[in-house]
Every structure is written in C-alpha cells, then in structure tokens.
C-alpha cells in the first residue's frame, strides 16, 4: 500500500497503441482522469447485470485504489486491466486475494470470502455469465476454507490461497478473477473498459 502504481512493461508498437486507446477511452469516459466509486458502479453494472452486480462492483473498485484514495486513476486501473488480461496465475490470484481480503489485515475470514461469494454468485446468477454451480455460497466458501486453511486458523493467508489455487483448478477457477465474468476487454472504440 502507499506505492505508486506502474505501468506494464511491455514494449512494441502494438502495445503503445493499444495503451494509447486505452487511455483515449479512459478520458472520453472519465474526463478528469479519475473513476470515483458512483462513477464506476454505473459503468460496470450498465456493462453486466444492473444493480445485481453493484456489490460486486465495489469489492473491485477497493481493489483497483491501490492508494485507497477513493478514486482510480488511469495507472491503477491499466495496471489491474493488464495484469487480468495477461498476468500470471499468481499475479492474478495475488489481485483477486486482495479483492476478497476486504479489511486488507493480510489474512481472509470466513465471513469476508462469504460476502464476495454471495455478490459473485448474485451477479452471475442475474446474468448467466457461468455455469449453474449446485453449491450455495455458503458451500463454496466452506469447501474452500477445508481445503485452503491448512493450519485450521480460521484464516486463509496470501500464501495459503496462492499455493492452494495453484493445486487445485475448482479452487482456481472460484478464486481467480476471471475477465469474462467482468467484462475484460482489450480497448473497444467508443466505450470504458468494464
């Protein structure tokens, strides 16, 4: 926390475009360079399930301020949009381990992987985007909790959910951000990337 987000660092002419429309749309959207919460909620529940997803939606905006200064900029939402697209497993479940880690105290508790596996399931039960899953939320995070707590803390640490995401694929494909379940795109013309 407290570190200034930077920019992927890829190169190639390929690239600079893609990040100059990137930035292009971002400003079109946002023309103050900032995505505040109200602004974001709007966006990205027009893009998937309405007021559904606004849960959801929040939990991914506290995880895109990595300053927590209440608004997003054009690197931490690039940073993250990047990382989801073309980050490694474990960039990917470090993201998602601060998305369900809501206190940001290092550690998960039950009820903090509860509550983002009840707004995950309501959003994508209200758009379909997934596969029914015959377990409850509730059963999820349990199944998720027998497996991941190894020391049986009651707690699920960043390295907990890491190894066990990686030795698991159920536990991977529950745990991992999934662009297409939050409309990840590489930068369309004409609208914000949510």
């Not at 470090?94 to 809501?102: H, N």
């Not at 509550?115 to 994508?124: L, R």
Request: charged share 30%.
């Amino acid at each position: 926390m407290g570190r200034a987000a930077s920019l992927p660092c890829r190169r190639g002419t390929t690239y600079v475009t893609e990040l100059y429309e990137w930035l292009r749309t971002f400003m079109n959207e946002c023309p103050s360079g900032l995505i505040t919460l109200h602004e974001f909620r709007r966006h990205f529940c027009k893009g998937t399930v309405g007021n559904e997803s606004a849960e959801y939606a929040e939990q991914i905006f506290r995880t895109l301020d990595n300053n927590g200064d209440g608004v997003v900029d054009f690197r931490e939402y690039v940073k993250a949009i990047s990382m989801l697209i073309e980050g490694t497993p474990v960039e990917k479940l470090r993201w998602s381990f601060k998305l369900y880690d809501k206190d940001k105290d290092g550690a998960i508790s039950r009820r903090e992987m509860l509550e983002i596996m009840q707004a995950v399931y309501k959003m994508s039960v209200a758009a379909s985007l997934t596969k029914p899953n015959p377990l409850t939320a509730e059963e999820c995070t349990n199944r998720i909790f027998a497996r991941l707590d190894k020391d049986n803390n009651a707690i699920i640490s960043l390295e907990e959910f890491i190894e066990g995401a990686l030795d698991d694929e159920w536990i991977r494909e529950m745990l991992e951000c999934d662009p297409n379940t939050v409309k990840v795109e590489r930068p369309p013309k004409g609208h914000i990337l949510l």
